[in-house]
């Protein structure tokens, strides 16, 4: 069975300051990788999607990256800022069509 | 083009009572996926539905627990005699396609409280 794990749970930063946050997975068998943005009480909004035969992808200030032989995803956030303090998630797609999530990390920007 | 809708955004149930959490998918949509985050827990898949079927209930509870997507309306998730430990958001996504690799669309979610 699918495992996603995330580390670290939570994660504070200064303001302005690069980070990498980790995602891994159990089973290489993916379809693709997708990293989300969850800010308190609200619902998921989606950041990157990387297929299971791309290295990267990269939007704005965010770059993810996949090695599925590894079962390894980073999510690169450059010049963070107090307004990408949220959890992040990932979650991978398996052919069983259901997307398997990590519990996410908690990221705080601090002005 | 609107998102995935879900409605209501916040309910309150007690003990005992029905709740029906209802989501319309993106437009062009026709598979829906429904999940439950329980406090400080992941997101964990329920329900995977198309029109009229329902393809894979893997992570239902086995009691209490339905859900639908008729040939018109919204998929609708419906908890029987709700208990405290169903306190939770329940999420619905869509995709357009059910087969390969697809982005799942998220709604805003349903928070779900049982007095």
């Known amino acids: 069975k699918q495992e996603v794990t995330q580390i670290p749970a939570a994660l504070s930063v200064p303001e302005g300051e690069n980070l990498v946050l980790n995602c891994s997975f159990t089973?290489?068998?993916?379809?693709?990788l997708q990293w989300f943005r969850q800010d308190p009480g609200k619902g998921l909004t989606s950041l990157l999607l990387?297929?299971?035969?791309?290295r990267e992808q990269t939007s704005g200030r965010l770059n993810a990256s996949l090695d599925k032989s590894s079962g390894r995803s980073t999510l690169y956030i450059a010049a963070s800022q107090p307004g990408d303090s949220a959890t992040y998630l990932c979650?991978?797609?398996?052919?069983?069509?259901?997307?398997?999530f990590g519990t996410g990390t908690r990221l705080t920007v601090i002005p | 083009n609107a998102g995935v809708m879900q409605n209501p955004r916040h309910l309150v149930r007690r003990r005992g009572q029905e709740a029906r959490l209802r989501c319309s998918p993106m437009?062009?949509?026709?598979?829906v996926y429904w999940y439950r985050q329980l406090p400080e827990e992941g997101l964990k898949f329920m329900v995977y539905?198309?029109?009229?079927?329902?393809?894979?209930e893997s992570g239902m509870p086995k009691e209490r627990f339905s859900a639908e997507f008729p040939k018109e309306g919204p998929s609708i998730l419906r908890i029987q005699q709700v208990v405290r430990g169903d306190s939770a958001a329940y999420f619905c996504?869509?995709?357009?396609?059910?087969?390969?690799?697809?982005?799942?669309?998220f709604g805003p979610g349903t928070r779900l409280t049982v007095t």
């Open positions: 990387i297929q299971s035969s791309q």
């Open positions: 437009k062009g949509h026709s598979h």
């Open positions: 979650a991978v797609q398996t052919g069983a069509n259901n997307l398997f």
């Open positions: 539905l198309q029109k009229e079927n329902i393809i894979d």
């Open positions: 089973d290489s068998a993916i379809y693709n």
């Open positions: 996504a869509s995709s357009p396609s059910g087969s390969g690799s697809y982005e799942q669309y």
